[in-house]
């Protein structure tokens, strides 16, 4: 077998997005204030489109505080208020999801969208083992009998990548490394066989080498599973690393769209171009 060389080394090592696919979701006009002391209010998101394709891992990225979780938490009706929160469109794959219910988002969350959140072990009870958890988890959606989420839990063990599933079961969360725990997480946003996974800033809390492994693990779901993910960051090397697409954000506005190679070839805003500049 003759291994064709890359065109050029410099290249990023980045793979194409996916122009072909369906959307697996979307955002429109996405708007979200929170109320201020003294009766005013702060607008924290503002008129925020997304497009995230089937298979695709779309980096949502920008500074701390710029607005990439309250994007997330309302997109996913954590964050719901009438009138502070407001989307013209969300949809999910051919299914409008925008203005249902506080219920009917929780299904939805546990049926068709994973998430997973920063801080893993923040995630998981403290007071009950990890496989109760997952199986608690698996039983809420699934009608299934504990024998089978065990079954379930094990195997989604095996396919994050924790070693000797079966004998931590028991093991209560703080016997987990944090990328352990993270892997338990996604696991958990997984075990719903979701369409779509949300992972917000999944490995901002990690040592750089468990990072590493939590990404590829997710760029593993991608590839393998088909599965779309909404990855959000503020590590523009992390972008490079695993993104098709990415969404810069900027003060609570997206300022830059597109395929990850052509906005790192011409980036047009200002703050992607001074992100870009940043990367070691
Ligand atoms: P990021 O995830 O990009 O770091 P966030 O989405 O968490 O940023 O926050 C965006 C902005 O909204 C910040 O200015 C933050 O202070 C503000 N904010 C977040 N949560 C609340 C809240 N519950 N009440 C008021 N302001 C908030
Ligand atoms: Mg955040």
Redesign the pocket.
Known sequence: VVRRARATSLEPEVPAGKPDQPLALEVRDLSVS?PQVGGQR?Q?VQNVDLRLRRGELLCLV??????????AMSMLGLVSHPGLVTASRIRLDDEEISGLDFKAMRAIRGNRIGVVFQDPLASLNPTFTVGNQMCEAIMEHRDVPRREARALTIDLFERVGIPNPEQRLDDYPFQFSGGMAQRVMIAMALSCDPEVLVA?EPTTALDVTVQKQILDLLVGLRDERGLSILL?T?DLGVVAEVGDTVAT?YA?QIVEFGPVAEVFAQPRHPYTQGLLDSIP
């Open positions: 929170f702060v924290v920008g500074e701390s505080g710029s607005g990439k979780s309250v994007t917000d959000i503020h954000m609570g």
